[in-house]
């Protein structure tokens, strides 16, 4: 009974995956409905699994279609009649069902297999879809002291700062980064039918066409606009979505991670991405925020006493110079700074 439950499960995922890839792949796919996909992958990783079936069947049977096509006409020589015309027409409901049913056959013996390939090329050819497959996504990241500039397939570009880890997925009906720590910066290509997700920090990112930078760091998450219009939101299923908040140009948000309100705040937009020229500027920020950043470019951490945590600072630093950065904090800060020989302590002058 166990077992029937779980490959009843199963069937009824990979049916929602194949219904998911048929809807996608349609000429009059909206934007609600790329969002709606969206929150249905992220509910389960088990959703993710079934779609990642479909999509290496799919390909498997757009590579391999001659073959298939041969193995057919042995397997009608061989029982004397045809097993399924190629010239038949199937509704779309049968298509996405062929897709489902050669999942599970290509894992039979192989009498099985004419059928399921017959089934699935019928599925293959009735659908453009397929010369425009989904690639595997792709992990980037870089290290202390490294960064680095993507340009994506859909003529967008990130630059990664240190210490970035992302995971971008291509295709025709997604754009998505998962940002899974450190910092980025987004210049969006325009794409009016197919917004463009950055996944972070239990939050949602979307654009269509701006510049923005992300940073994930330290249980924070910290979203500046210079260009276009950006939302985020949390990460939830569709029949739950909670409500987010807008950023324009020149807003910035902030977010803890578990806290439920958020920190809106105008910006400077030349100070967006500043790191990319190797410097950073900081606005009456905490002192703490500024050191958290600093750790991630230098391999001696700096320590931030507790009385010196709310402190805040205005200014410009260099980011390849920990030492200039140092003296600069003593002398526009009551602070005193005392280097050690693994770590470096910064706290309030008695």
Same mark, same amino acid.
């Given at each position: 009974m166990a077992t029937q439950t779980t490959n009843k499960n199963i069937?009824? !995922?990979?049916?929602?995956?194949?219904?998911?890839? =048929?809807?996608? *792949?349609?000429? &009059?796919?909206?934007?609600?409905?790329?969002? &709606?996909?969206?929150?249905?992958?992220?509910?389960? &990783?088990?959703?993710?699994?079934?779609?990642?079936?479909v999509e290496d069947t799919v390909d498997f049977v757009s590579n391999e279609k001659d073959e298939l096509l041969s193995l057919i006409d042995t397997q009608e020589m061989m029982d004397g009649a045809p097993i399924v015309s190629r010239e038949a027409t199937v509704s779309q409901t049968e298509k996405t069902s062929a897709v489902i049913d050669a999942k599970h056959r290509w894992l039979q013996p192989q009498r099985w297999i004419p059928a399921a390939a017959a089934a699935v090329l019928l599925f293959v050819t009735g659908n453009n879809f397929l010369q425009q497959s989904q690639p595997a996504s792709v992990e980037y990241a870089t290290a202390a002291g490294e960064t680095r500039q993507l340009a994506l397939a859909d003529g967008s570009t990130v630059n990664m700062n240190v210490m970035t880890n992302l995971e971008v997925t291509m295709s025709d009906g997604l754009r998505q980064v998962r940002l899974s720590g450190g910092e980025a910066m987004f210049d969006v290509a325009k794409d009016a039918d197919r917004p463009f997700v950055v996944l972070t920090e239990g939050q949602q990112i979307r654009v269509v066409g701006t510049k923005f930078n992300v940073k994930a760091y330290k249980q924070r998450?910290? %979203?500046?606009?210079?260009?276009?219009?950006?939302? %985020?939101?949390?990460?939830? *299923?569709?029949?739950?979505?909670?409500? /987010?908040? !807008?950023? %324009?140009? /020149?807003?910035?948000?902030? !977010?803890?991670? /578990? =806290? *439920? &309100?958020?920190?809106v705040e105008d910006i400077n937009v030349q100070s967006v991405g500043t790191w990319r020229e190797g410097f950073v500027l900081y606005e009456n920020r905490p002192l703490q925020e500024v050191v958290d950043d600093l750790n991630r470019y230098f391999s001696v951490p700096i320590e931030l006493s507790a009385n010196a945590q709310n402190t805040k600072f205005s200014g410009v630093l260099k980011t390849s110079d920990q030492d200039e950065i140092l003296a600069l904090l003593s002398e526009t800060l009551p602070v005193s700074v005392d280097k050690m020989a693994e770590k470096i302590r910064i706290q309030l002058k008695q």
């Open positions: 069937d009824e !995922r990979l049916e929602s995956a194949a219904a998911w890839h =048929a809807r996608l *792949s349609g000429d &009059d796919v909206q934007e609600q409905d790329w969002l &709606d996909f969206t929150a249905w992958l992220e509910a389960n &990783d088990l959703n993710r699994e079934a779609y990642n079936q998450l910290t %979203v500046s606009v210079s260009e276009g219009i950006v939302d %985020v939101s949390p990460k939830s *299923s569709g029949q739950d979505q909670q409500p /987010g908040t !807008r950023l %324009v140009k /020149g807003k910035q948000l902030i !977010r803890s991670v /578990g =806290a *439920s &309100d958020v920190l």
